[in-house]
């Protein structure tokens, strides 16, 4: 498939779409003309990466983490990846929690202020 039916498949824009090919999250076969073909799974790897990055990961880690949730799967690719994972889990628990706590202030203040 060609990047216009990826991105309207995946909701991705093309420019987004070549970010993850500079980035190394994603990869095409350039045909004769040009045009950038994607395999089949393409679909699936672009919506996995763009989960990763919307919970915070960086894109060197998606790269990493990507054969675990997409592919290969070996028990050698991942563990090494786990304590990075948990710590960005961690570091989202404590500004959630942060969020929480000024949503309630800023709530007492407007109740207070009504």
Do not use: F, H, W
Not at 9 to 17: E, V
Not at 24 to 31: D, I, M, N, V, Y
Not at 85 to 100: F, K, P, W
């Amino acid at each position: 498939m060609r990047i216009g039916e990826l991105s309207a498949r995946t909701g991705a824009s093309p420019r987004s779409l070549r970010y993850y090919e500079q980035q190394g999250l994603l990869t095409s076969e350039r045909q004769p003309n040009g045009y950038r073909e994607y395999a089949p799974n393409a679909v699936a790897m672009v919506e996995t990466i763009r989960s990763l990055l919307d919970i915070g990961l960086p894109t060197a880690l998606v790269k990493d983490v990507l054969p675990c949730t997409v592919g290969e799967r070996s028990e050698s690719a991942c563990p090494g990846l786990l304590e990075q994972i948990a710590a960005l889990r961690d570091d989202v628990r404590l500004r959630a929690e942060r969020l929480t706590t000024i949503e309630a202030s800023l709530t007492t203040y407007l109740r207070a202020n009504a």
